[in-house]
């Protein structure tokens, strides 16, 4: 059995005692690394250690060189790259279902906006056009009461020109029975009539 071992403490090939996926995922976590030189004293052939600390509690399989456990270490070592490799897919392919929703959204989003503004621009042109209508109407109607104000304005004036008229006729009446009242030495009947006489 010591002819067995010693070869094996002299092969080229180092045990590992981490898994190779572990030490890269625990790349941004902190390391502490250590060498160690083979009892040959080649130095081109140092092990190098990785120690992690892991936030989950999981055991991790050792791989070794023993011939009794080795295919089972390698087995449990396929089924965790296994796994990592259908959790990768899972993740890109929601990420790229994620990616596709979003795309969705902001095509939909720019879809409506276009709708609004449209939508807008149309009640905008159709409000103007009803200003514009309602501004004519407007014009008018007020050029309308405008003649209309003119209208009553020349009636009134020539009522006001009747009844200046009018006036002078019985202020000209009156001077004149005053005076043929004045020649005749009469009194008119009517003046006492209105104070009850």
């Given at each position: 059995?010591?002819?067995?071992?010693?070869?094996?403490?002299?092969?080229?090939?180092?045990?590992?005692?981490?898994?190779?996926?572990?030490?890269?995922?625990?790349?941004?976590?902190?390391?502490?690394?250590?060498?160690?030189?083979?009892?040959?004293?080649?130095?081109?052939?140092?092990?190098?250690?990785?120690?992690?600390?892991?936030?989950?509690?999981?055991?991790?399989?050792?791989?070794?060189?023993?011939?009794?456990?080795?295919?089972?270490?390698?087995?449990?070592?396929?089924?965790?790259?296994?796994?990592?490799?259908?959790?990768?897919?899972?993740?890109?392919?929601?990420?790229?279902?994620?990616?596709?929703?979003?795309?969705?959204?902001?095509?939909?989003?720019?879809?409506?906006?276009?709708?609004?503004?449209?939508?807008?621009?149309?009640?905008?042109?159709?409000?103007?056009?009803?200003?514009?209508?309602?501004?004519?109407?407007?014009?008018?109607y007020v050029e309308?009461?405008?003649?209309?104000?003119?209208?009553?304005?020349?009636?009134?004036?020539?009522?006001?020109?009747?009844?200046?008229?009018?006036?002078?006729?019985?202020?000209?009446?009156?001077?004149?029975?005053?005076?043929?009242?004045?020649?005749?030495?009469?009194?008119p009947?009517?003046f006492?009539?209105?104070?009850?006489?």
């Amino acid at each position: 059995m010591a002819e067995e071992q010693a070869p094996s403490e002299n092969s080229s090939a180092p045990i590992v005692t981490k898994d190779v996926l572990e030490e890269n995922t625990a790349s941004d976590q902190p390391a502490m690394v250590s060498e160690e030189k083979h009892a040959t004293g080649d130095e081109s052939k140092a092990l190098a250690i990785v120690e992690t600390e892991k936030k989950e509690a999981a055991v991790e399989p050792v791989l070794s060189k023993s011939s009794e456990g080795g295919s089972l270490d390698r087995d449990a070592f396929l089924v965790k790259v296994n796994t990592e490799k259908r959790l990768a897919l899972v993740k890109a392919w929601e990420e790229n279902e994620k990616a596709k929703a979003e795309n969705k959204y902001y095509k939909s989003v720019s879809t409506i906006t276009a709708w609004e503004n449209t939508k807008k621009s149309s009640a905008e042109t159709r409000m103007k056009r009803a200003e514009e209508k309602l501004e004519k109407q407007k014009a008018a109607y007020v050029e309308k009461m405008k003649n209309e104000i003119a209208i009553i304005h020349k009636q009134a004036e020539e009522k006001k020109a009747m009844a200046e008229a009018k006036r002078g006729e019985d202020m000209l009446k009156a001077e004149e029975s005053s005076a043929k009242y004045n020649a005749t030495g009469q009194v008119p009947k009517k003046f006492f009539l209105c104070f009850g006489g």
